[in-house]
């Protein structure tokens, strides 16, 4: 399939197009939600500060929950492309790596035995473990002659996912106390993330993301093939190892301060090779953006779909997410 956007200039609009409607998300982020607002409060929130509840709730709700938003959108946008050019798995989320299910084994286990009950320990407990479980799969997808491999790596992932998943259960059933909470958390959210929370993870992510623009390049040669990216002077090794930190530095930053959010690193990449076509170098700017757009209009919907409560945005995410992945696996059944 062609690109919807063939050369550099309209791909520079598309992303100026994109810029604007991420704008206009994060706007709405902040003005709807259950306490009615609407930009002139917004506003008068900063300039004018009355100390009123619409006013409490922009500052100290929603424009960190936006923010935190965006950030945590970027990064499952970026390591999502990576991931799937990486793994050259068009269907690769990042619960493929162990790293959703290992965030959520070390912050159950903490509960459980530690009593932990703090929002800004869950975040360096969530970051400590999703980086365990990244080294675990790694390592494991390196044994061997050949070395690193996709097929090995997906393998490696699901059985952490599926050892972490179980001592999760096991966990849970046998400490109830806090089974909310930690449900709850594990569901995914960005409600109530204050930005002292989005300051201690945002120079990892930051890192990251410069680091995954870098590695585009790289990693566009790579697809070319093994053989041919060494033809050309390549140090696969290098990248691969240097791509595989920043995916796991990305997802570990984003579960450890918002939960485990599936599906938007799946979906994420689709759009982008559906509008700029395979070149990683797009797809990771084009990825950056669209991963916000998509979380903030999840975590927007998410506010509205159990008034006067709210759904997890994990709910959401998976709502939108799994129909996309069942009409992917078919379109990728059908090619083989």
């Not at 400590?128 to 992932?157: C, D, F, H």
Request: net charge positive; hydrophobic share 55%.
């Amino acid at each position: 399939m062609s690109p919807l956007l063939r050369n550099g200039a309209l791909k520079l609009i598309g992303l100026c197009a994109a810029a604007l409607l991420l704008v206009a998300f994060v706007c709405s982020s902040i003005v709807y939600g259950v306490i009615s607002t609407n930009w002139q409060t917004a506003v008068d929130a900063y300039l004018h500060f009355n100390g009123s509840n619409e006013h409490i709730a922009i500052r100290e709700l929603r424009v960190p929950r936006a923010l935190v938003a965006v950030c945590v959108g970027v990064s499952l946008g970026l390591s999502g492309t990576l991931l799937q050019a990486l793994t050259r798995n068009p269907l690769a989320d990042l619960g493929l790596m162990g790293i959703n299910s290992g965030a959520g084994l070390a912050v159950v286990a903490a509960i459980a035995f530690f009593s932990v009950g703090s929002l800004n320990q869950f975040t360096w407990i969530a970051f400590a473990g999703a980086v365990a479980s990244g080294i675990v799969v790694y390592v494991l997808g390196s044994v061997g002659r050949e070395g690193l491999s996709p097929l090995k790596v997906t393998l490696a992932g699901a059985a952490v996912t599926a050892l972490a998943s179980s001592l999760i259960h096991a966990l849970l059933l046998v400490d109830k106390r806090n089974m909310d909470e930690v449900l709850f958390w594990l569901a995914g959210s960005v409600q109530g993330r204050k930005l002292s929370l989005l300051a201690d993870v945002l120079p990892y992510m930051a890192v990251a993301w410069v680091g995954a623009l870098i590695l585009s390049g790289p990693i566009n040669t790579l697809m070319l093939g093994e053989d041919v990216a060494k033809g050309l002077g390549q140090r696969t090794v290098v990248v691969k190892a240097a791509a595989g930190v920043v995916i796991m530095t990305l997802c570990a930053a984003s579960v450890a301060i918002a939960g485990p959010i599936a599906f938007i690193g799946l979906v994420s990449p689709h759009i982008c090779r559906y509008l700029v076509g395979r070149d990683i170098r797009w797809m990771a700017v084009y990825s950056a953006f669209v991963g916000a757009i998509l979380l903030l209009a999840a975590d927007i919907a998410a506010r509205f779909a159990a008034m006067p409560g709210e759904m997890p945005i994990g709910v959401m995410t998976a709502l939108i997410g799994t129909p996309f992945f069942i009409y992917a696996a078919r379109k990728e059944w059908a090619k083989s």
